[in-house]
């Protein structure tokens, strides 16, 4: 079992940053291999939505249309951490902010339906 914790959610006015972490841990962290992460986002009222992700070594980065140039992935493998700095925030960035991760396969970084593990997530708030 591989438990996510994500944290570094909260209020912020439109414009501002924020900060999300999601760290990786559990008993079977250590034979769970090598895997790539995910970061979603469910508004109330609305379908969820992949924003991005990245590949197990972190060379390999996707972004979704809405948060590209505005949002930065990145991972300390070190400390089995993935961030998602949020720049530039707008009130329709106001959800709740999972991650997911998935055993790497090798697999493009676009599609990110299968996944093994998810987080409870973190809420963002961004008030105009």
């Known amino acids: 079992q591989v438990q996510l914790v994500e944290s570094g959610g909260g209020l912020v006015q439109a414009g501002g940053s924020l900060r999300l972490s999601c760290v990786a841990s559990g008993p079977t962290l250590s034979t769970y291999g090598i895997y790539d992460v995910g970061w979603f986002r469910q508004a109330r009222g609305k379908e969820r939505e992949y924003l991005a992700a990245i590949g197990w070594s972190g060379a390999r980065t996707y972004y979704s249309d809405s948060v590209k140039g505005r949002f930065t992935i990145s991972r300390n493998s070190a400390e089995n951490t993935v961030y998602l700095q949020m720049n530039s925030l707008k009130p329709e960035d106001t959800a709740l902010y999972f991650c997911?991760?998935?055993?790497?396969?090798?697999?493009?970084?676009?599609?990110?339906?299968?996944?093994?593990?998810w987080g409870r997530g973190t809420a963002v708030t961004v008030s105009s």
């Open positions: 997911a991760c998935r055993r790497a396969h090798g697999m493009g970084l676009q599609d990110f339906t299968l996944t093994d593990y």
